[in-house]
């Protein structure tokens, strides 16, 4: 069974930086997509940055250049390297997967992790 932990949210002014941790468990293939997906309030959910099956990296335009995905496959963790943050970088931060390609919506995730708060306040 596939568990998606996270951790490292918190409330910090605006042009901190944060890092999020998301550890995952019961992974039965070696090909995973895994995401980081945003939501923020009064908004529709939002896909930040993920890495895909094939190691290929994506950003969210709103956060591109400012955010950093990466992944340490020893320690099965996935980290987001959140820098320069803005108030409109609030929400609740999900780590997500799926097996093999990421999928072209956020709904198609099968995996989602119980979510960690980030607040920036101006």
């Known amino acids: 069974q596939v568990q998606l932990v996270e951790s490292g949210g918190g409330s910090v002014q605006a042009g901190a930086s944060l890092r999020l941790s998301c550890t995952a468990s019961?992974?039965?293939?070696?090909?995973?997509?895994l995401a980081w997906i945003r939501q923020s309030p009064g908004k529709e959910r939002e896909e930040v940055a993920r890495?895909?099956?094939?190691?290929?990296?994506g950003y969210g335009g709103s956060v591109k250049g400012r955010f950093t995905v990466s992944a340490d496959n020893a320690k099965k963790t996935l980290y987001l390297q959140m820098n320069n943050l803005k108030p409109e970088d609030t929400g609740m931060y999900y780590c997500v997967s799926e097996y093999g390609t990421c999928p072209s919506w956020v709904d198609e995730y099968d995996y989602w992790g119980q979510g960690t708060q980030v607040t920036v306040s101006s």
């Open positions: 890495i895909d099956g094939d190691g290929s990296i």
């Open positions: 019961g992974f039965a293939h070696s090909r995973w997509c």
